[in-house]
Nanobody, 125 residues
């Protein structure tokens, strides 16, 4: 079993930055795929960014390319999401997720085996 705990959310203004962290514990495979999703009220959960932990290959949704950076500290079993130039449309609950295998369908929530409880990000104009 794998447990994921997010932190780092908060309330900021347009143009500000935040860094989210997701710390994993439990039986974590040597290589796995981890991702950040977000869900705004009344909307479906959507993929933001992902990372193949074995080779640090990043994946991004087009809406955040150039503004968000996903990275990891493998020794600390922590996934990060650096979010720059935040916009009101980025307001959502952000979730960390992990799956046992990598696939090109990384953006599908149903493919993930483990989820964190979420951390709220609110961006005001």
């Amino acid at each position: 079993q794998v447990q994921l705990v997010e932190s780092g959310g908060g309330s900021v203004q347009t143009g500000d930055s935040l860094r989210l962290s997701c710390t994993a514990s439990g039986s974590i495979p040597t290589s796995t795929f981890m991702a950040w999703f977000r869900q705004a009220p009344g909307k479906e959960r959507e993929a933001v960014a992902g990372l193949y932990t074995r080779d640090n290959s990043p994946y991004y949704d087009n809406s955040v390319k150039g503004r968000f950076t996903v990275s990891q500290d493998y020794a600390k079993k922590t996934l990060y999401l650096q979010m720059n130039d935040l916009k009101p449309d980025d307001t959502a609950m952000y979730y960390c997720a992990a799956r046992r295998t990598f696939g090109i369908d990384w953006y599908l929530p149903a493919r993930y085996n483990y989820w964190g409880q979420g951390t709220q990000v609110t961006v005001s104009s």
